[in-house]
Nanobody, 128 residues
Framework: VQLHAYGAGLVQAGDSLRLSCVTS????????VAWFRQAPGKERECVAS????????YYSVSVKGRFTISRDNSKNTAYLQMSSLKPEDTAVYYC??????????????????????WGQGTLVTVSS
């Protein structure tokens, strides 16, 4: 199983950016997907999670209303559309996938330890 995150880079505050998480070796329709980020000196945090069909989503308070998580199971790909980016969004972003034992609930879906499969991380830098 492999997850590869793409689309990161250096942008200015207020810009938009879309991250893609391309997976292989699994049928993504059987897995929940989440995006985490980790800024220097800080713990890894979940910014968004999405259930298998996309019917349920979670967003952290810090990104709600600015970020949108989505998925295309036919392409085994998940996305994180980021808008109105702020310097505090600067971090390494990771995508992760897990079947969550067949039950997507927020308390589980936002935890680092819930996810077995991880992408390599990709750096988003937002300048002021």
């Amino acid at each position: 199983v492999q997850l590869h995150a793409y689309g990161a880079g250096l942008v200015q505050a207020g810009d938009s950016l879309r991250l893609s998480c391309v997976t292989s070796g699994l049928s993504l329709s059987n897995y929940a997907v989440a995006w985490f980020r980790q800024a220097p000196g800080k713990e890894r945090e979940c910014v968004a999670s999405i259930s298998w069909s996309g019917s349920s989503t979670y967003y952290s308070v810090s990104v709600k209303g600015r970020f949108t998580i989505s998925r295309d199971n036919s392409k085994n790909t998940a996305y994180l559309q980021m808008s109105s980016l702020k310097p505090e969004d600067t971090a390494v972003y990771y995508c992760a996938a897990d079947d969550l034992n067949g039950r997507w609930i927020v308390t589980t879906a936002k935890k680092v330890d819930s996810y077995h499969y991880w992408g390599q991380g990709t750096l988003v830098t937002v300048s002021s």
